[in-house]
């Protein structure tokens, strides 16, 4: 989720729109109102002959997931702290959470490690969080996972690093899942749940 110019919340993984819908804008110093005349393709998705689509804000993709939990990544402090306009944009989408009625029982905030401060303060307000790690972060004893209610780590990591995950009692969630091999791999590991780019394919 970025912010953009007017405010809006916009669901996006890049920062621009360009890979998505082919025409250069900045989410952040562009309008909805020219966000919203641009449409996505589907050429770089697991089913490319799906017609394009509108980009979507928040409450667009909220209302298409119903009644469903939704894991919220803040795109520009996911790994960091960010500057004072990213700090900003976070703490507006906090806020926007909790508009949606019963939002800390339907969504779940999502950072890497680095992006700990702001998972601290969702926890705050009530919020699950999960925090995605990778092999050399988890090496040892996972550090600042106290911000965390549920962690995250590479489904190919090896057998010792999934160890020391679930040691911690924590349930893990593997990344970035592609195939039902390596969801059964994770899960011989121990993972207890997936992060997947094509769920089509998780049974």
């Not at 110019?5 to 909805?32: C, K, L, Q």
């Not at 919220?72 to 500057?83: Q, R, S």
């Not at 699950?128 to 965390?148: C, D, M, V």
């Not at 969630?173 to 394919?201: C, D, E, W, Y």
Request: neutral net charge; charged residues 20%.
């Amino acid at each position: 989720v970025y912010r953009c110019a007017t405010g809006e919340f916009v669901v996006s993984h890049d920062w621009t729109t360009e890979r998505m819908t082919g025409v250069y804008h900045e989410i952040w110093n562009t309008p909805w109102s020219v966000l919203s005349t641009l449409t996505s393709t589907a050429a770089n998705t697991s089913d490319p002959s799906q017609p394009r689509q509108p980009l979507l804000r928040l409450e667009d993709a909220l209302a298409l997931i119903g009644n469903r939990v939704v894991f919220i990544d803040h795109k520009p402090t996911a790994d960091k702290t960010g500057n004072s306009t990213e700090q900003a944009g976070r703490d507006a989408l906090l806020d926007r959470m909790d508009f949606f009625p019963d939002s800390e029982q339907h969504m779940v905030w999502k950072t890497f490690k680095g992006g700990y401060e702001s998972a601290l303060m969702a926890k705050a307000r009530g919020y699950k969080t999960w925090g995605a790690y990778y092999s050399e972060e988890i090496e040892t004893a996972p550090t600042r996972q106290e911000a965390f209610d549920i962690l995250g780590l590479e489904w190919n990591a090896v057998q010792a690093y999934w160890n020391t995950l679930n040691a911690t009692g924590k349930k893990g969630i593997a990344h970035i899942i592609t195939t039902v091999a390596q969801r059964n791999s994770a899960q011989n590991k121990g993972a207890f749940g997936f992060m997947t780019s094509n769920p089509k394919l998780m049974p």
